[in-house]
């Protein structure tokens, strides 16, 4: 039997020539796909194969029935959650800190790649990515214990130490003035340093012949970073960038809990915090559901329209 099939003069492969084709590249290539054996069967098992459970926004699921013998209710989740008097004041939390985030967290590590990069002793650099590493490895649960050990209106240390000066105490932490200042503050310590490993990657990957013409130009390191280094990670800044919108309903429900309280409830209930009480505590499976549906339907239009918009200004986007 012939592998190949004469069609318009041309040989087309069969499925058998291509299975075979498949095959031999498998074998060829075993041990690098053995290497991302691991990644794939994490994504499978806890990306994948959980997606089957959002059919029950759909319905009225019930642990004992199951989720093929719970009553099929339609949309009724959705429109019980977009007509409830908390939607309009989850959304706005919940905007509002994604959009302070990103307007004032976002740029920071690229601005700190490029600092880091001017640095010309390796050893000094390796020790203050070092630093500036460390505060991601910390829990939120230490970062709210911090949080608390500073703040603290009855014996926080800067409240002590305004006392000392002669000023008032000021209340930091049930203040609702200042809850999303403080949530955007301590994401800006934890995780800027962790944003540059990206950042310092692709900066590494610019010619350095590219500099030593910026030099024979005249052009000092400011104008340097500027018109190659800024331009030369632009792709990776771009993408990034669309990556976070996809993420843009979630601002991190554990550091959110951690810090919220009675008086600052009205600034502090995101979704997050809202399918915690409502899905967890109250056992409202389906409606929580249909909210976490909600937050990736609107995090998948935001992605797909922002790829779109960087294409078309000439730019790679992620697919």
Request: aromatic share 16%; proline share 3%.
């Amino acid at each position: 039997m012939q592998s190949e099939v004469q069609i318009d003069g041309l040989a087309k492969p069969t499925a058998r020539s291509r299975w075979k084709q498949v095959m031999y590249g498998l074998k060829r290539d075993k041990y690098l796909y053995l290497l991302i054996a691991p990644g794939l069967l994490f994504f499978l098992l806890f990306k994948y194969v959980p997606m089957w459970g959002i059919v029950i926004a759909f319905q009225n699921y019930s642990p004992y029935m199951g989720i093929t013998e719970s009553p099929w209710v339609g949309f009724e989740h959705f429109i019980r959650f977009f007509s409830n008097q908390d939607f309009y004041l989850l959304f706005r939390n919940t905007m509002a800190i994604s959009l302070l985030k990103l307007l004032f967290f976002f740029p920071l590590p690229i601005l700190l790649s490029l600092l880091l990069n001017e640095l010309r002793s390796a050893v000094y650099k390796k020790w203050i990515q070092s630093i500036v590493y460390m505060p991601h490895f910390l829990s939120w649960v230490i970062i709210a214990g911090i949080t608390f050990l500073l703040l603290s209106q009855s014996s926080g240390i800067v409240n002590k130490m305004l006392v000392s000066l002669g000023y008032a105490k000021y209340d930091f932490l049930t203040n609702e003035n200042n809850f999303w200042i403080m949530l955007v503050i301590q994401n800006i310590w934890k995780e800027t340093g962790w944003g540059t490993i990206i950042f310092l990657a692709a900066i590494a990957g610019v010619d350095p012949q590219l500099y030593e013409a910026a030099k024979m130009d005249g052009a000092n390191r400011l104008r340097q970073a500027w018109h190659i280094t800024l331009p030369a990670i632009r792709s990776v800044i771009v993408i990034l960038f669309i990556l976070r919108l996809g993420d843009i309903m979630d601002v991190g429900f554990e550091q959110v809990f951690l810090m919220m309280n009675g008086a600052v409830s009205n600034v502090a209930d995101v979704f997050e915090t809202y399918v915690y009480r409502v899905g967890i505590q109250q056992g409202q499976f389906s409606f929580s559901t249909a909210v976490g549906l909600f937050k990736s339907v609107v995090g998948l239009i935001l992605v797909i329209l922002a790829n779109k918009v960087a294409k078309r200004f000439g730019e790679e986007g992620v697919y």
